[in-house]
């Protein structure tokens, strides 16, 4: 009678382990499951958050409109040229020639960070309230842009000859001459309440994600 109860006893032991094992095994499933898809949750949170960053530029792929304006800012120079679109690539660097197309006075490269000026020829431009270049149609963010850096320019451009606004970017030459090499640099200054940057509420969501997959794997591991 005592050998029957003990072989019993061992059948009902070996029937528990098994069972405990087996639901070991379906918990760590759990487990890896749960894991997964926090983590490609997690995985797609991240992509969201990545994606301005991966922006080029301010103005990149907008179509902008160039022209020569004087003497006022919005009297277009009917006998300079007419208006020029382009659009701005980063992969490739369109020169425009707003002023007498074909006849090289200065080319104008406007690229997603910023536009530069290349003036070909010797001249002094004439006097007036306005005498430039207007970059005109700029897609930017209301806010976006703190306003355009002035990174190289010739004798007499100062930054008090350069105005902007959320739409476009104004270049005054009114009065002043320029040689052959001279050249006017630009660029564009995001603000600090740029949108395309995440505000620290973003950022602190991101952390509260990252808690909650730590809290859940830590609750399926205990079950």
């Not at 032991?13 to 997690?42: D, I, N, P, W, Y």
């Not at 007036?128 to 990174?151: I, K, Q």
Request: charged fraction near 20%; proline fraction near 5%; include cysteine.
């Amino acid at each position: 009678m005592m050998i029957g109860t003990t072989n019993w006893s061992k059948r009902m032991f070996s029937k528990r382990m098994e069972c405990t094992r087996g639901l070991q095994r379906h918990r760590f499933a759990r487990c890896v499951v749960t894991g997964r898809r926090a983590l490609r949750a997690l995985a797609v949170c991240i992509a969201l958050l990545a994606t301005p960053f991966a922006h080029a530029g301010l103005i990149d792929n907008d179509l902008v409109t160039l022209g020569f304006f004087g003497p006022t800012e919005t009297e277009l120079c009917q006998t300079c040229g007419g208006l020029v679109d382009v659009r701005v690539d980063p992969s490739d660097s369109d020169l425009v020639e707003p002023y007498l197309p074909g006849e090289n006075w200065f080319t104008v490269d406007v690229n997603p960070d910023g536009i530069i000026i290349q003036f070909n020829r010797a001249t002094t431009w004439a006097a007036g309230t306005f005498v430039g270049l207007v970059v005109a149609e700029l897609d930017f963010e209301p806010g976006s842009m703190l306003g355009p850096e002035l990174l190289d320019a010739f004798d007499g451009f100062d930054a008090d000859r350069l105005s902007f606004d959320d739409r476009n970017v104004l270049f005054n030459f009114a009065g002043l001459s320029v040689t052959a090499d001279s050249r006017i640099e630009i660029s564009f200054s995001p603000s600090s309440t740029d949108p395309s940057v995440p505000e620290p509420s973003t950022l602190a969501l991101l952390g509260l994600g990252l808690g909650l997959l730590l809290s859940s794997r830590r609750r399926a591991l205990g079950r």
